[in-house]
């Protein structure tokens, strides 16, 4: 069987449950494939795993993807599971924000490590400084909890809507107690989840024919994930998931991101995405050939 | 006496560039003629530099001959990314050789009347310095190690020049708030608990213990409680620095105030002298050395606690903050900017700290030879 | 007589400061807990008495500050119901963290000796290495662990070396910087003692420099092993939290799950007590050992 | 005249890692107030740590002992005497004056006063011109004579002296014993004194106590009534010999080996 | 014959924090091989430093010596003496069979030849008993004593001591006294021997070099032929006397002060 390492850009969690799920259902040994899923957390990206040679495709959001790429690590998106952000930024609603409006003068928490991208895209959007002071925001590099909110560190926090979201309604915040407002919802969305390998071993045929069956695989696994929310969780605490509950929930979430599973990526989204990330200067020209719809072509 | 005086680096250096020979030319863009200057540059060096010449002759040959080959093979890299050869690597070693001996040379045989003079106190950390960046920097475009993993030292150092104000605002963060906070009053706080712990042994038994568990907490684990519990500016980064720098300034002190000898304790108690007086006038004094083991250990580790705490929550500004999220943005050589900013700050802090021990504990047998 | 002293020497203090930390914990328990407990009184509309909000501060399953009977609790949970080798047992992840920290803090140790006998003994090194090694110690080891693995597991080497390999980096310096100071710390007059035998520089280390360098040999070890032990969990964090004590800080921080990270914080240091205490009781040995005034 | 020093059956012994060694065995000693005591005996039989018993710094493990009425701690907490240690025991952060000034600092000693005690005592020892050395960069005999100079700093009334001319040439030798004496005779002071010197012992005693090794005892206990006043020359008269050929001949039973 | 150890007009200035210090200036002296040569003369007047130059443990500021016919530095890699400090220097983490031993084990002696000699010199200077004591649980006397051993062990040709005898008693100095003479007869070792005591130094010597201090100079040299076999009661003898009588005067008249 060819061997495929994958390496995720977070722990095990529901969030990548098409992937454990093909690999514990024997999807990916049916198709001939020896798959190994490592983990990630803050300290690991994928990137720079993938540049190093420690995986052949990684799971990574596009911002990141294409920073990598300018930097010389020639990746590209083959597959995009995720067609909807789950990032959102929520804010209690006793709290000083009820809209956009009242974002002045207030401290909000942010994910940094790549995830930051819409976030500032946003605030250029609403003309917001975001170097504090009255007429401007001050951010704060947010944990990856919930704690910020909780502690009143910050008026609003970055949560995303399959995980840290329910962990504030565990703490007793119901939902009418929360103000959301959801990236994607806004349009202010920047691709998500998606599969991607390296360009130059995409040049080789065997290799492109290898991740044709693994992306077919791993898609099998998110239909079923998705038709069996129940099971899934439960492969995912097989994994090394925590919290059997909250695990079932985010499968649920996620299933809404994904919808109808079909690894193809939308050109609009990828454009979207582009444009955002220019205006922003993370990069700094247009990239070619970032993507290629090759392997989802042939499934 | 013969003309040759041979040593293992040159002797190294003349069998590395023979194989390098082999393998001509070295880079993709680097001709045959320009591979063999910096061969025979190499091979001249290694020859000139074991005769028995005048101590100026030897480092000016060995200067020449290892800097020429790196300035040459630096030059050879140029738009040939990845292309080096064996043959490259092995005149890269072969030059580094040469900076050894040359580095050893200036250092002298270490005798009494070979005190050196400051230059070469100086020199010598530097050629030392130079060369890892040399190394790396070859190594790392000669080889083709991908930006993301490695950067080469040159994209850092054009990265540290064109960041400026954003270093100087890291570093007033998490230096000048942070550390110094977080250092002072850990450091003030393993010495007076040591003083304490000191006098009566009864908290010495209760506290050291726990003195020990609190010390190996890893600071990974406290940084996100300190970041709750003081808030996500430097206060909770000063925290993490306290419990971290605590501890061995405990250790030292408690082993420093038993250092004392028995006779002169013995001195003190026929003057019928208190606990405190003992402490002072002689205790303490014994204890510099060990305090002064804990100061430098701390200011290191005062350093890596205040950034690492800020990789949890934190205000966008500090150098902890600064390679978290450049890492995320695959911006490796601001990563670099930032950890060869925090190296120069340990240094100085740490440099300073000797002369201080120095001129403290001029007394100690290892001052005195 | 030896239960007496240790009853007298040991339980007692240690009873009563543990004793003073507790009740102090409760107080800071409540504390913390309080605001948010009554905001989410008041989003939920009750008004609970006094007793009953103190309880409630005390049971809350994400609480800002978990109180020490929730911690035991957990602690008790994850150590005796379970099998110490089933990954959900703190024991395993302990386990595993040790045998990293062992690993490191042996390579450390040697490494730092090896560095200060080379620093002492030859001044090229003097000069030109401990400026370095200094430099090195300031790198933050959070930002380059993740690099470290990477590196090694690039060129084929995971498991425990990697994190054995960043407990070694951080647990080297304090062993080196002490032993430099402890190889110059012999008096003059023994140096000379052992000129006029002209003793080599191997018979001077070992006879005379080793020896005297003994005191800042044990204390320099303590500091060490707790920096190794703070290596392999900062170790484990970019391995994806698969095992340790770190994968369990980390995976608790994820879900906010306070509890769980004092849990494996309480463990840590239960190892750490260990291993200092294990370094201490073998430096007394050794003390006694060489003739040392008993006080 | 009641006895400053009043020691009755001491006992020591000390426990070592390889069996308990006898260091003192039965001594009873009264020692009156401005007596010039001195011990004399093999080396090892005990002479120092009898010294050490009187100042407290060992516990006896057998009898009793009192010192000016007091328990020997409360008499070092009332800082009743000066110590000369058998090895100088200076600190070497401290310099020379520093160190001669030590005790006047420890006994809050204004700082004018503490500077000329520290002169006068420089120049008893004939230090002056070490005042800025630090000790490693004194002879022996130098460190030997700033310790001395130490001791006589506090100006106790009571002086205990482990050896303290042992390092020290004849000429240094003399004037420093007559200087001694001369304190002595003046201030009245008590004065118990380690020696291995016959000749210094008999010059400058009221008493001499001989003692013998393995267990230390007192062997026997020479009167020495020379008188106040004892001018160098003393030491070639016939009582004097008589009395050095006495102690000479106790040292001699007491010892382990015939010379 | 050749001298074994040969000074020209040696100089040696320390530096200090606090000016330079002129310890030794302008010392000329031959020794030959089998003399017991003894230094003599004030404290602080550059004895020791005089020794430690000999020794290679100090270099001089001007002049030059030889030992052997090398120089001092060849002399002491070639282990051409063992040297006796003035401090016992005994290594606290070793008992006291142990630091004797230690000079052999850094000879590579082997570990049977090694227990004798080690057992052979502490019966010499009367340490049977104290193999497996530490330093510190030993009287100043007999740490003394054990460094005697130590170096003695070596079996060395040449031999440095530095006031060996200072802190016994006159039984076991005069004890050590007849036994370093009969070494010294039986082996032919020359012996540079500091002491502060006139007899002692009259009662061992073939010559006796007196020095005065700041700087240290050699005042006179006394020549001290009374012969190979020397009882104890030789000091008695007119000729003794006579020798003592003139290095006192020697002595007093480099001396700053009249005693
Ligand atoms: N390391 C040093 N640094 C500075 N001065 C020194 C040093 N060692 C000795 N001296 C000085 O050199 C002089 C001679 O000292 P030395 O030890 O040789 O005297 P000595 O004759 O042995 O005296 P003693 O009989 O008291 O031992 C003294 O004045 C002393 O202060
Ligand atoms: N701390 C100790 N532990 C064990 N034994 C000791 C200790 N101190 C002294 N002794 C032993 O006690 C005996 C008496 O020692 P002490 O120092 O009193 O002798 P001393 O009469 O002063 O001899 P010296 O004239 O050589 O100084 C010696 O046999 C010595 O070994
Ligand atoms: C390195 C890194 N940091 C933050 C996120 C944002 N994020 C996306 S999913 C998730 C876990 C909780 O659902 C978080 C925190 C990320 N993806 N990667
Ligand atoms: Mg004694
Ligand atoms: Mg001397």
Sequence with gaps: ADKVTLQLKWVAQAQFAGYFVAKDKGFYEEAGLDVEIKPGGPDIAPEQVIAGGGADVIVDWMGGALAAREKGVGLVNIAQPYKKAGMELVCPADGPIKTEADFKGHTLGVWFYGNEYPFFAWMNKLGLSTEGGADGVTVLKQSFDVQPLIQKQADCISVMTYNEYWQLIDAGYKPEDLIVFNYSEMGNDLLEDGLYAMEDKLKDPAFAETMVKFVKASMKGWEYAIANPDEAAGIVMDNGGQDENHQKRMMGEVAKLIGEPDAKLIPEAYERTAKALLDQKIITKQPEGAWTSEITDKM | MSAIRPNWQALAALVATLYALTALPFTATMGPALSLAVAALLAAGAILSMLRAARPIETTILAIASFGAAAMLLAGLTGAFGTANAGYFASLAAAWLLGWRLVTVLSGDGSHGDKGSSLVAIAVPALFGIWVLILWECIVRGAGVPFVLLPPPSAIGLRIAGSLPILAADFRQTVLKAVLFGYVVGSLAGFLVAILADRFRFLANGLLPIGNMVSALPMIGIAPIMVIWFGFDWQSKAAVVVVMTFFPMLVNTLAGLAASGDMERDLMRTYGAGHWQVLVKLRLQAAMPFIFNALKINSTLALIGAIVAEFFGTPIVGMGFRISTEVGRMNLDMVWAEIALAAIVGSLFYGGLALLERAVTFWHPSYRR | MQVGRFVHDRLLPIGTILLVIVLAWYVAAYAMNAPFQRDTDRRAGVTPTSSEFLVKTMSQPKPTMPAPHQVVENLWKNTLTVKPWSKRSLVYHAWITLSATLSGFAMGTALGVLIAIGIVHIPALDRSFLPWIIASQTIPILAIAPMIIVLLSAIGITGLLPKALISTYLSFFPVAVGMVKGLRSPDVLHLDLMRTYSANKVQTLWKLRIPASVPFFFTSMKVAIAASLIGAIVGELPTGAVAGIGSKLLAGSYYSQTIDIFAALIAGSIVAILLVTLVDLAGRFVNARMGARQP | ?259
């Design chain 4, 1 to 259: 005249m009641n006895p400053v020093i009043s020691a009755q059956n001491l006992d020591l012994t000390f426990t070592t890692n390889d069996g308990p060694v006898h260091a003192l065995s039965d001594i009873t000693l009264d020692i009156d107030k401005g007596e010039f005591v001195s011990l004399i005996g093999p080396s090892g039989c005990g002479k120092t740590t009898l010294l050490r018993v009187i100042a407290d710094l060992e516990q006896p493990t057998g009898g009793s002992i009192s010192v000016n009425g007091m328990t020997p701690e409360q008499a070092r907490i009332h800082r009743a005497y000066g110590y000369v240690f058998q090895q100088a025991a200076l600190f070497p952060w401290r310099t020379i004056a520093d160190n001669i000034a030590l005790p006047l600092e420890v006994m809050g000693i204004a700082a004018a006063e503490r500077a000329t005690r520290v002169r006068d005592n420089m120049a008893l020892v004939d230090l002056m011109g070490f005042e800025n050395k630090f000790p490693w960069q004194l002879s022996g005999g130098m460190q030997q004579r700033a310790s001395i100079a130490r001791a006589l700093s506090v100006q106790p009334d009571m002086l205990l002296m482990d050896e303290p001319f042992g390092a020290l040439d004849e000429i240094v030798r003399d004037h420093l014993n007559s200087q001694l004496l001369k304190l002595w005779a003046k201030t009245q002071k008590t004065v118990v004194f380690v020696t291995h010197s016959i000749p210094e012992a008999v010059y400058l005693s009221t008493r001499i106590v001989v003692m013998s090794p393995r267990p230390g005892r007192i062997h026997s206990i020479i009167d020495c009534n020379l008188g106040a006043d004892r001018p160098l020359d003393i030491r070639e008269t016939p009582e004097f010999l008589a009395i050095a050929h006495q102690v000479r001949e106790g040292l001699r039973e007491g010892h382990s080996y015939e010379g």
